[in-house]
């Protein structure tokens, strides 16, 4: 790794430390938990999706609409969600 790039990367880190450092900042953090980041962790690591199978914006959109279908699917599915007829 070039040195430079080592430099960089620790300016990002003291940055990020600094940030962790406040009440504000741990604040806004924490709520990475809670929104949307524990989606894409499932979506990788218990679907095991780490990449898109098609290509171009078009197609890969309709394949990453089908992956979050199917997570929500699932998760109607295991908390016992009964369907409702119309």
């Not at 218990?46 to 699917?73: A, M, P, Y």
Request: with cysteine; aromatic share 6%; charged share 30%.
């Amino acid at each position: 790794m070039p040195p430079e790039t080592r430099v960089r990367k620790s300016a990002v880190a003291q940055a990020m430390r600094a940030k962790l450092d406040s009440e504000e900042g741990r604040a806004v953090y924490a709520q990475r938990k809670a929104v949307v980041e524990p989606v894409f962790g499932q979506v990788k690591e218990i679907r095991g999706f780490r990449r898109f199978s098609l290509r171009g914006r078009e197609l890969v959109s309709e394949e990453w609409q089908l992956i979050c279908l199917t997570h929500n699917l699932l998760k109607l599915f295991r908390a016992g969600a009964q369907l409702v007829p119309a």
